[in-house]
């Protein structure tokens, strides 16, 4: 059966810090993986996504996630951090065309 | 391009009473999926559709919830009789085969 887990509820760092957010999934076959951003009150914004090909993708405003399938992960990365940032961030599994399970999100707070 | 529609973006009822949740997809998307997210369970698929058929109605908690999708570009979900539990965030997406899921803006539903 399919699974996400992302180990991390809250994360709190500092404007202009790294951030590394951790994704861990379960999946019989070869995983579709997404991250998925929400601001609050909002829908879900996709920031990148991993299909096939080179395993470090790149996406939006910044962010990039290593698909390591050794350690079934797909950690996400950004260099420096914005207070923009803020939101709730979710890792995703699934084929593509079909339904994605969702893991709980990351809820990450920026301080000045 | 408009991006997934959904309507209305927040309603408040009382328990009892039937509720209509309303989807655009996205032009030329063929498949639609419909997501609730709550504090307790996170995000989680109710039941998706590929060409206007459903596919997988396993996430539908009862027979209160209902979806349909008459034509390629408009979809419900009903809940009758609404209860205060069904209070939730509900999201609808659609992606083409093969591709990303792109999310509307959600339907805040709150049952009292």
């Known amino acids: 059966a399919q699974s996400v887990t992302q180990p991390d509820i809250h994360i709190t760092v500092s404007e202009g810090a790294s951030l590394e957010l951790r994704c861990n999934y379960s999946y019989g076959a070869t995983p579709y993986l997404f991250w998925y951003v929400q601001s609050p009150g909002q829908g879900l914004q996709l920031l990148l996504k991993y299909f096939s090909g080179d395993t470090l993708v790149q996406g939006i405003k910044g962010f990039e996630a290593e698909f390591k399938r050794s350690q079934s992960s797909f950690n996400l990365r950004k260099p420096s951090v914005h207070w923009s940032d803020a939101a709730e961030y979710f890792c995703a599994v699934g084929a593509a065309g079909y339904a994605l399970n969702f893991g709980k999100g990351t809820s990450l707070l920026v301080t000045p | 391009d408009a991006g997934v529609i959904q309507s209305p973006r927040h309603e408040v009822t009382e328990m009892g009473q039937e509720v209509t949740l309303r989807c655009k997809p996205i032009s030329g998307h063929n498949s639609l999926f419909w997501y609730r997210q709550t504090m307790m369970r996170g995000l989680e698929l109710l039941i998706y559709?590929?060409?206007?058929?459903?596919?997988?109605d396993s996430g539908m908690p009862e027979d209160r919830f209902s979806a349909k999708m008459p034509n390629a570009s408009f979809s419900t979900l009903k809940i009758q009789p609404s209860e205060p539990r069904d209070s939730a965030v509900y999201f609808c997406a659609s992606t083409i085969q093969r591709d990303t899921q792109y999310f509307g803006p959600g339907t805040r539903l709150t049952v009292l």
């Open positions: 559709f590929n060409n206007n058929v459903p596919i997988d």
